[in-house]
């Protein structure tokens, strides 16, 4: 712009020229007394002339760098636009990043709610699960209570039987072995004939083969020469002394005692007589109990 401003004459300058150039066109000095005045006209009127001339050239060279300089203009003022729009660019860009980190804030925000509800929700599944495993434990425990309760009603008469011996049997273990060996042998019988009979459960097997397995054991320190005979005397002398201790007037409860123990010793004895008990321990027998 400058640089065309340069370029373009100063039209006041050359106006205030103007006397130089009329004293160089008329050939004379400054003084105007000293202009011949029969040419005056004609040269003043060819002067005007050029000079108009020259003031529509210079008119027209004023109007080229006017139009260059308003093209200039029109330039910058684009430039300026331009500047401007990109100054408005830069000066959104931290609204925009401002918004770009709320945005990922928000978004991480969200992440975490979801991971926190995916954790309770699991945690929930969890406990669901855990409240039905106890439940199915519950109902399998109590499903087992009742099997165990109806195989004790199933169970057979003899294993009760069987039972009682086994007691009696540890009662006089310490003192009586033998006779502890034979109450076991009995209990033995009656569980084999409850196999026999098809009323065995598989508890009554267990304590069947159990107790087989310690007479087996503890016959083999035992000396069972009579036997028999020597288990048949200590059952009546059991049921002896309780009849005694009932006619002596003992408190009932003890002789009741005595007497189903002595009762315990006479069914034992029928495992020496194939065909039951004689006669006479079969009535002290039914007495007892």
């Known amino acids: 712009h400058e640089a065309l401003e340069a370029l373009t004459p100063d039209v006041k300058s050359r106006i205030e020229a103007l006397p130089d150039v009329l004293r160089q066109a008329f050939g004379c000095s400054a003084d105007r007394a000293d202009v011949p005045s029969g040419s005056t006209a004609n040269n003043s009127k060819d002067l005007a002339e050029g000079i108009l001339q020259d003031s529509k050239l210079s008119e027209q060279k004023d109007e080229m760098p006017r139009s260059s300089s308003s093209d200039f203009r029109s330039l910058e003022e684009r430039l300026s636009a331009m500047m401007g729009y ?23 925000e969200t992440r975490r709610a979801d991971e926190v509800r995916q954790a309770e929700a699991q945690r929930a599944e969890e406990a669901q699960k855990a409240g039905e495993a106890r439940q199915a434990e519950a109902q399998r425990a109590e499903e087992a209570k009742g099997q165990e309760t109806k195989a004790s009603t199933t169970q057979p008469a003899e294993m009760t039987q069987a039972r009682n011996f086994l007691k009696s049997a540890k009662d006089v273990e310490a003192e009586h072995p033998l006779i502890a060996h ?3 042998v009995h209990a033995v019988e009656l569980l084999v004939e409850a196999k026999k009979r098809g009323a065995s459960t598989a508890e009554s097997d267990r304590l069947l083969f159990a107790t087989f397995e310690e007479a087996e054991e503890r016959k083999k320190s035992l000396d069972l020469t009579d036997g028999p005979a020597k288990m048949e005397a200590f059952a009546l002398k059991q049921f002896e002394n309780s009849t005694a201790a009932d006619n002596m007037g003992a408190s009932p409860p003890s002789v009741v005692l005595m007497l189903y123990a002595s009762s315990i010793y006479f069914d034992a004895l ?20």
């Open 270 to 289: 029928v495992q020496f007589y194939s065909g039951g008990l004689p006669s006479t321990l079969a009535e002290k027998s039914n007495y007892a109990k």
């Open 86 to 108: 990109v100054e408005g660019l830069a000066a959104s860009e931290p609204v925009q990043s401002l918004s770009a980190e709320k945005e990922e804030q928000s978004e991480a």
């Open 182 to 184: 034979y109450l076991s």
